[in-house]
């Protein structure tokens, strides 16, 4: 079993910065992938950054491309998620969860088992 623990949520203003964590507990998760999602209310859950922690490999959807950076602990068991220039359609829950692979094409799928309990971005000025 593995727990999932988000922070580092918070409001803040169009153009600022944040640095979301994603603390693990539990079981090894070095042969999974940790993907970052994020859902508004009007909007599906988005896959917006994940990392094969087997390959180091990362994969970062269009819109939060050259904005934001995922990185990984791997002393600590955590995950970052850098945010940067944030805009305010970034406004979500922001969420991290596992899936039990080494590969990764994209952060989409099914096969994610853990998932934290998330936290709130507002963006807005």
């Known amino acids: 079993q593995v727990q999932l623990v988000e922070s580092g949520g918070g409001s803040v203003q169009p153009g600022d910065s944040l640095r979301l964590s994603c603390a693990a507990s539990?079981?090894?998760?070095?042969?999974?992938?940790i993907g970052w999602f994020r859902q508004d209310l009007e909007k599906e859950r988005q896959g917006i950054s994940c990392i094969s922690n087997s390959y180091g490999t990362t994969y970062y959807a269009p819109s939060v491309k050259g904005r934001f950076t995922i990185a990984r602990n791997r002393a600590e068991n955590i995950w970052y998620l850098q945010m940067n220039s944030l805009k305010s359609v970034d406004t979500a829950m922001y969420s991290c969860?596992?899936?039990?692979?080494?590969?990764?094409?994209?952060?989409?799928?099914?096969?994610?088992?853990?998932w934290g309990q998330g936290v709130l971005v507002n963006v807005s000025s």
């Open positions: 539990g079981d090894s998760l070095d042969n999974y992938v």
């Open positions: 969860a596992a899936a039990p692979r080494r590969w990764l094409f994209d952060c989409s799928g099914s096969d994610y088992i853990y």
